[in-house]
């Protein structure tokens, strides 16, 4: 793999104490760059190593962060506009239905979004490492999902415990490398998404398939030359992969596309619920009626699941077991009405709508170098956030929600980065 590039922001050795300190940050905050998406599946440490490095780097030299903040503050007031919004109505409910912290700390942690953006464009890393990283996690997370099934698991789950989350965070990491890549890269990030995205049909997970389309849309789109051919030959593999899983039973059982057909067919034919597709249906029944009786507030934060366990199915003697343990709608939007009425769903549209608009406006800015900038590899992120929050509540789960946080925030202070040097 290429060596990394020099970093010119490192002010010269002499330059005193001062300047020692802010050599020592941003050495730090590189490491914490390759360490995000390094550790964040293949490691039961997540993004702890990655806030730890940068909040240190912060510590040592404030006074750099205060200059960016000035310099970047209108620029980054809608970021702090959205994350504050969030924050008011997360703590409204919290406090007005006595919900335990543990329910609004995920969502709060959209918060570190501004704070990380203006980290981000006072030191000026570099970008490799953020992109070097995404590379070792998708390596690390496939390694670690193929001896997961190898040894008897059903389906991958990294270090989450959950394998929709595993899958979630993989597409993430597969935007960072493909949208985040240096010039001239492209035989690693092509290997590395290969890893990737076997990963993901290591996991079982279904929902994620369209937010990988919309990558592989947008590669399409915005690639030229070998980039393109190759996006055109994983879009090929990925049809012939399913259309494949009709006739070979292992691959079938690990996508679980028969499934899928099953369900429907369950549910169109007789009215039968009682499958995955069948649970997910009735709950985003149950939010939308939710959301009907209490409009304004919701039933509180975190507290979905007190929504399910009134339901019928779920009383004695004889519960819907499987059923029972949903404690959340598996929709974004349906969630956030359900447990914070109308102020949750304008947050929910916020949360996605202000980064996508500020990612796609940057985009806009930029004259060259488009097909691999910050600015779109962040608007992709929000997409397949967005793709991937219509059959799954993201903000339920700490990882992926703590991840955007800190990567809409990384990307966007990138994308400021390049406004002024274009893309690196």
């Not at 009383?315 to 914070?340: N, Y």
């Not at 900038?373 to 962040?378: R, W, Y």
């Amino acid at each position: 793999m290429p060596a990394l590039p020099s970093t010119p922001s490192i002010p010269p050795a002499d330059a005193g104490p001062a300047a020692s300190r802010e050599r020592l940050a941003l050495r730090l905050l590189q490491a914490g760059l390759f360490l995000l998406p390094a550790l964040l599946l293949s490691t039961p440490w997540g993004l702890t190593p990655f806030a730890a490095l940068a909040l240190i780097a912060f510590a040592l030299a404030p006074s750099a962060f205060a200059r960016g903040w000035r310099e970047v503050g209108r620029e980054n007031r809608w970021l702090l506009a959205m994350a504050v919004l969030a924050a008011v109505v997360v703590l409204f409910s919290k406090f007005h239905f006595d919900v335990r912290w543990r329910e609004a700390d995920n969502r709060l942690r959209l918060l570190a979004a501004p704070f990380f953006a203006v980290l981000i464009y006072a030191w000026r890393p570099s970008r490799r490492w953020l992109w070097r990283g995404a590379l070792f996690g998708m390596a690390g997370a496939f390694v670690l999902a193929l001896y997961q099934v190898s040894t008897g698991t059903e389906r991958a789950l990294g270090w989450t415990a959950n394998a929709i989350v595993f899958a979630d965070a993989l597409i993430a990491l597969i935007v960072l490398a493909v949208f985040a890549r240096p010039p001239g890269e492209l035989l690693w990030t092509a290997l590395a998404c290969a890893l990737g995205v076997g990963a993901v049909i290591l996991s079982g997970s279904r929902g994620v398939w369209p937010a990988l389309a919309i990558v592989l849309l947008v590669a399409l789109i915005v690639s030229g030359g070998r980039a393109r051919k190759l996006s055109w030959a994983v879009l090929a593999a990925l049809l012939l992969m399913v259309a494949a899983s009709h006739w070979i039973a292992p691959l079938a059982q690990q996508i679980r596309l028969t499934e899928l057909v099953s369900d429907m067919d369950r549910v169109q034919r007789g009215g039968d619920y009682e499958s995955s597709l069948g649970a997910r249906m009735t709950l985003l029944e149950l939010a939308g009626d939710t959301f009907a009786e209490h409009p304004l507030a919701g039933v509180g934060v975190g507290r979905f699941e007190t929504v399910v366990m009134a339901t019928p199915q779920c009383a004695p003697p004889a519960p819907r077991v499987g059923f029972c343990k949903l404690g959340h709608a598996h929709s974004d939007a349906f969630e956030w009405a359900a447990t914070m009425g109308v102020p949750g769903l304008l947050a929910i549209l916020a949360i996605y709508l202000v980064p996508l608009a500020l990612f796609a406006r940057r985009l806009r800015a930029l004259s060259a170098g488009r097909a691999r900038s910050s600015a779109l590899a962040g608007l992709v992120l929000v997409l397949a956030y967005i793709a991937c929050g219509l059959t799954q509540s993201m903000f339920a789960h700490q990882l992926i929600a703590s991840f955007y946080a800190v990567a809409v925030g990384v990307l966007y202070g990138f994308a400021l980065i390049e406004r002024e040097s274009g893309p690196q």
